[in-house]
């Protein structure tokens, strides 16, 4: 039995069906770990292909390309240099399994299947793998390794088992989405909780980088079986740690401590989440840049910020789009933000437009009054005109509503829900508020954009608007902001009851409204552009509601 051990941690991103890049990242990653001594280099799961891999997996012709490439980086192994463990698909007896694959010595050395399949919120794998049996450790270089994959780690009779079978390090390779306080979880929560009872050291090893709606936030570590964290990988960041394992004097295996990174605090680490989403999404996809619509107003501005930070200033092009009611103060505030950003700012006045759509409709409405019709024309004007921009030069159009208003249907479908992409999807109108104010007197560690402050301050401060009409507020139609967000809150991420809202000191007429309004705005949702995941119950992956519904709890 070997009485020291050098594992390498490779906290990657992935991209997604590039099953030849992929694996040609990893033989790069795996000759720096050679470097090092390493006699073990750990990736994430489903590293070889990508995750989460939709319907994707599917297709046989994905999974005859991943069993050569995996073979590719077998034979890669032949040179006695450090194993792999490699997370990816394998097909036997024409089901699909989530697997960890060591390959040592030139060959498959051993293969373990993921058996918890997530099927929650942003998962569906019960609908795409099938479970494997409980797993046993895998024996390498005289050391039992229990591998556990992602969700596995989550129930205590998974690696309950592989404790009674004799593992003594535990290893888990995951690919685990980013959610608001989920980093603590994972730690203090579920891992410790393994390490408890199984008397094991963890290595958890999480992947990094966006895919569409997930981001991955990688902030890996290892925690040794006294409970202590060994170490603490960065979050966001593609990063190797090459970890020096020996058994203790009791001869539990222990992994010398190392560099423990700081973790973003709130909101910190929300914005990064957006930056990350926003910055794979367009380079993935391969636009030029981004497009928006700059109003004056803290959404756009703040969406502006997230662009520039991911992208670039030189590849965010802002446009200005006033009508009769774009007041001189919002004119100044988005070339402030423009200026402020370093990015490009057109002004396109929309004025000729409405004037052309008040000609081709007056016979039609002649007898009606105006009303909301005609402010949703001027915002689908703009919609059209972004498009317009977006089809001539490539650029992706970012669109730039909050949940808040996603949520009550606040928004014009067609008009500034129109686009490729949104930051703020999940991000609530005071979430919206603490971020502006914490990237103006920050700056992202990750980011591009300047230092200093990347808005006016009246821009946080003002009272929100469309600016449809003549001295509109979002006080005109909505509750206070203050007062309608911990509502959704309740409605969506907790599922509450207007009673039980109610009992919480709510109106009972607010909370009815507002409950008959997220309802009702279902339709425009599910015609939305994707948008970053930031809590556990975001539209489109998570929340799930059908379009057509009678059911009200109020």
């Not at 280099?41 to 995996?70: C, M, N, S």
């Not at 700081?262 to 794979?280: C, F, K, S, V």
């Not at 929309?350 to 402010?375: C, Q, Y």
Request: with cysteine; aromatic share 8%.
């Amino acid at each position: 039995m070997t009485d020291r051990l050098r594992i390498a941690m490779a906290q990657l991103n992935q991209s997604m069906g590039d099953l030849a890049g992929n694996a040609d990242a990893m033989l790069a990653w795996r000759a720096k770990a050679a470097e090092a001594g390493a006699d073990l280099i750990v990736f994430p799961e489903l590293q070889l292909i990508g995750y989460p891999p939709e319907d994707l997996v599917l297709k046989p012709a994905l999974i005859a390309r991943a069993e050569i490439e995996l073979h590719r980086l077998a034979a890669a192994t032949a040179d006695y240099g450090p194993a792999m463990l490699v997370g990816t698909v394998i097909a036997n007896d024409g089901l699909l399994f989530n697997c960890a694959v060591l390959l040592d010595g030139g060959k498959i050395a051993a293969v373990r299947q993921k058996r918890e399949l997530p099927n929650y919120g942003t998962f569906d794998e019960k609908r795409l793998f099938a479970p494997g049996p409980l797993p046993d450790p895998v024996g390498f270089r005289g050391v039992k390794l229990g591998l556990p994959i992602c969700e596995d780690i989550w129930f205590p009779f998974v690696t309950g088992h592989l404790a009674e079978r004799g593992a003594q390090i535990l290893i888990n390779i995951n690919g685990s989405p980013y959610e608001v306080d989920k980093d603590d979880r994972r730690v203090n929560g579920v891992c410790a909780a393994r390490v408890k009872e199984t008397g094991l050291p963890i290595l958890y090893l999480n992947r990094v980088g966006g895919q569409d709606e997930l981001v991955f936030d990688g902030a890996s570590f290892v925690l040794n079986a006294a409970g202590d964290i060994a170490h603490m990988m960065p979050d966001w960041e593609e990063a190797l740690v090459v970890t020096d394992w020996a058994p203790g004097k009791t001869g539990v295996w222990t992994c010398k401590p190392g560099e423990v990174h700081t973790l973003d605090e709130h909101p910190a680490d929300i914005y990064n989440a957006m930056l990350i989403g926003l910055r794979d999404y367009v380079n993935r996809n391969r636009f030029p840049g981004v497009v928006l619509g700059l109003s004056g107003g803290i959404d756009s501005a703040l969406s502006a910020a997230v662009a520039v930070d991911a992208l670039g200033a030189d590849r965010v092009w802002c446009v200005m789009l006033p009508s009769r009611f774009t007041g001189q103060e919002s004119l100044d505030d988005a070339a402030e933000c423009a200026r402020m950003l370093d990015c490009r700012l057109d002004t396109i006045a929309i004025s000729p437009a409405i004037s052309g759509f008040d000609a081709m409709l007056a016979d039609s409405f002649a007898d009606r009054n105006v009303d909301i019709t005609e402010e949703n024309i001027q915002s689908r004007i703009r919609g059209v005109t972004l498009m317009a921009l977006s089809n001539k030069f490539g650029h992706m159009l970012l669109t730039t509503g909050n949940k808040s208003e996603m949520s009550v249907g606040y928004a014009t479908i067609y008009g500034d829900m129109a686009g490729g992409y949104s930051v703020l999807k999940d991000a609530y109108k005071t979430t919206v508020f603490d971020l502006s104010r914490w990237r103006n007197a920050n700056i992202s560690e990750i980011g591009l954009g300047p230092a200093g402050p990347v808005m006016p301050e009246r821009v946080i401060t003002k009272p929100p608007t469309a600016e449809l009409r003549e001295n509109q507020k979002d006080s005109d139609s909505l509750p206070p902001y203050e007062v309608l967000d911990p509502i959704l809150y309740g409605l969506v991420e907790q599922e509450k009851s207007v009673d039980q809202l109610v009992a919480m000191g709510f109106e009972r007429a607010t909370v009815t409204r507002i409950e008959r309004l997220l309802y009702v705005a279902e339709y425009k949702r599910r015609q939305s552009p994707p948008g970053v995941k930031l809590g556990g119950r975001n539209f489109g992956r998570d929340r799930r509601y059908p379009i057509t519904n009678a059911f009200r709890t109020g």
